[in-house]
């Protein structure tokens, strides 16, 4: 069995090692665990991890930022979406993803989730995101990236967020 549940302080060593290897860009190790504790960025979001419940092991890890992008509308950031090394490609941080977005949806009424993806679109699209049209995009290596149950990206009227 596996859970999804907001991350304690406890357990932040052990999420941003999870990304050590895509973002360390060849820190020491010390120097970036040190770097992320430090993170202005890191300390906005909420953090929520997808747990073994037999084991307690940490799978999977991602942040989610409030955006206030609209008054009238919630509308969220994904980021830092990580999984150890040895424990990628069995799916977990799909599952986290989405069990993350449906929870914000039944508990926070959020219908509009954006994320900049560094991987590729291809993972996200399998998640149902879709790439905002060339013209939104802001940056050349991070794609912009949009999910909603209820909106398309043609009926959506909020700003595109900067990378968060």
């Known amino acids: 069995m596996k859970k999804i549940r907001e991350a304690t302080k406890e357990e932040m060593i052990e999420i941003y090692k999870m990304g050590y ?28 991890v997808l ?24 509308v969220k950031g994904i980021g830092s979406i990580a999984t150890p090394l040895y424990l990628r490609k069995k799916g977990y941080a799909s599952l ?44 050349k290596d991070s794609v912009c990236m949009y999910y909603s149950n209820e909106n398309d990206i043609d009926s959506i009227s909020l700003d595109i967020p900067d990378y968060f």
């Open 21 to 48: 290897d895509v973002w360390g860009d060849n820190l020491p190790y010390e120097e970036y665990i040190t770097m992320c504790q430090a993170s202005n960025k890191y300390k906005k979001g909420k953090w929520y």
């Open 51 to 74: 747990e073994a419940t037999d084991t307690k092991q940490l799978l999977s890890s991602l942040i989610v930022y409030e955006l206030n992008l609209s008054e009238y509308q919630i």
């Open 96 to 139: 986290l993803v989405k069990e993350t977005i449906n929870k914000l949806e039944q508990e926070e009424k959020c219908n509009n989730f954006f994320l900049y993806s560094d991987i590729g679109i291809e993972f996200y699209k399998g998640l149902g995101f879709i790439v905002l049209p060339n013209d939104s995009q802001k940056y």
